[in-house]
């Protein structure tokens, strides 16, 4: 079916743009690891300004420092920066066990 559905018609009405919302969503799927040089490269070369460059470091800081897996899934479901994102869900995941077994028992 999706050969029919991918012809050379559809490549030509769509083409592949270098930079878009798809292709960067389809290299995280694709590519380990892109995530993170996106960040690096929007921290280094993006003007995000010293107030907001300022509040990344701050939520980075705390990311980093708690260790109530709780307050790290309450993190998840607040409006933090993007680029502390990636660095949110690696550490939540370091308390996958404990939040598997939490959620078993129904707490």
């Not at 960040?39 to 705390?62: C, F, H, P, S, T």
């Amino acid at each position: 079916m999706y050969k029919s559905l991918l012809t050379k018609k559809f490549f030509r009405d769509n083409p592949i743009e270098e930079l878009s919302t798809q292709r960067f969503v389809y290299s995280i799927l694709t590519h380990n690891g892109i995530e993170e040089l996106a960040n690096e490269y929007v921290l280094e070369y993006a003007d995000l300004g010293a107030e907001r460059l300022e509040r990344i470091k701050k939520e980075r800081e705390q990311i980093q420092s708690e260790q109530d897996p709780d307050e790290l899934l309450n993190l998840l479901r607040k409006n933090l920066e993007l680029n502390n994102r990636v660095d949110l869900v690696k550490r939540v995941l370091e308390f996958e066990e404990e939040l598997a077994v939490v959620s078993e028992l129904g707490c």
